[in-house]
């Protein structure tokens, strides 16, 4: 038997709330339970306002959790403060949607880049110039670019930027958070591209947060399902579009036809419900075309359904002697035409 792959990072029961109106609780991400293993990328995806950004952030500490652990090497980092956690935190970078948004437009992309290298790192002047100038030409932009400012660059270019910056601490982990949503299609591509082959070179792991699935099917290797803050449905990427366990990400796919799913489209009946008030019972069974009276009042838990497939669902669809997958297995990934 082959040994379980230890997780580089392990969330237990991760909580985020925020105050809502009229004092109200908004549950943005409800005790999530999660492993990611060294070298793999998992695709977070999930209609806006399920919580992906926020578990994102959460996990890197960007928003504070309310409750629960982050552990990464045996360190939990929702207890670490100082100097141990910013040392720790620069192995865990974040890629934002909008880079523009986090790129001064003031100082010089070399500066930029530079930066996270010399406080988080303590490189030298001389050292982090000539890391600056490799990163650069890795991210396809050319050293040129170092001299010039975030404004005289596309979007594409810009993401290149953001990228760049958040691998110059040479992080172990990244959350890519909707890192191509605001770029033209042809544009998505090549940073998808690109992704894929620093993920390869520099043996990233990676959490790629999408509500693209057509995006995610060509990075992932596996797919967490996030809905209401809970996480709904974890496969390999292969079995989930194949066939999703849970009824929403059932509904998810075949809103994507040219996923070459054959089946049937499926209608989401209604919006998603509110945070601050969740349904009873299955948080899903509003939207639900299986719901049965048990989904209405009795929450079902995140179970294991075949190897390295868990579903929050009392009804799975998938049978549950399906075909074993390893949660790990390394899974030739596409490259975007
Ligand atoms: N700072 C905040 N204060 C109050 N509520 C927030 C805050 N940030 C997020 N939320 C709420 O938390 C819930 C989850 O939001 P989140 O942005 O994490 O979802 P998402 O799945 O990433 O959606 P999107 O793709 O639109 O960003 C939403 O109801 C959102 O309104």
Do not use: W
Not at 134 to 145: D, H, K, N
């Amino acid at each position: 038997m082959t040994p379980k792959p230890t997780p580089l990072l392990e969330l237990s029961k991760l909580r985020v709330e925020f105050n809502g109106s009229a004092g109200r609780k908004v549950r943005a991400v409800r005790d999530v339970d999660l492993q990611i293993y060294e070298g793999e990328t998992l695709g977070l995806v999930g209609e806006s306002g399920c919580g992906k950004s926020t578990l994102g952030r959460a996990m890197l500490r960007i928003t504070e959790p309310t409750a629960g652990a982050i552990n990464y090497l045996g360190l939990d980092i929702t207890r670490l403060r100082g100097t141990v956690f910013r040392r720790t935190r620069a192995d865990l970078q974040m890629v934002f949607q909008d880079p523009f948004g986090s790129l001064n437009p003031r100082r010089t992309i070399a500066d930029i880049v530079a930066e996270p290298m010399l406080r988080a790192r303590g490189m030298s002047r001389a050292d982090a110039r000539t890391a600056v100038d490799a990163l650069l030409e890795q991210v396809g932009l050319g050293r040129e670019a170092g001299a010039r400012r975030p404004h005289e660059f596309s979007g594409g270019q810009r993401q290149r930027i953001g990228i760049a910056r958040a691998l110059a601490p040479s992080p172990r982990f990244v959350v890519a958070d909707e890192p191509v949503s605001a770029l033209d299609v042809s544009i998505q591509a090549q940073v998808i591209n690109l992704l894929t082959d620093l993920i390869r070179e520099r043996g990233l792991t990676m959490l790629f947060i999408s509500h693209d699935l057509g995006v995610v099917r060509h990075i992932a290797d596996r797919i967490a399902v996030m809905y209401l803050g809970q996480i709904i449905e974890i496969a390999s990427r292969d079995d989930f579009f194949a066939g999703p366990a849970h009824p929403y990400g059932e509904a998810l796919l075949s809103s994507v036809p040219s996923l070459g799913s054959a089946r049937e489209r499926i209608e989401l009946a209604g919006e998603l419900p509110d945070p601050a008030a969740p349904p009873p019972g299955c948080t899903f069974h509003t939207r639900c075309r299986y719901a049965i009276d048990r989904c209405t009042v009795e929450a079902p838990e995140l179970r294991e359904v075949a190897p390295g497939r868990q579903v929050r669902c009392h009804l799975p669809l998938v049978p549950l002697s399906a075909a074993p997958s390893s949660p790990a297995a390394p899974v030739t990934k596409g490259t975007v035409a």
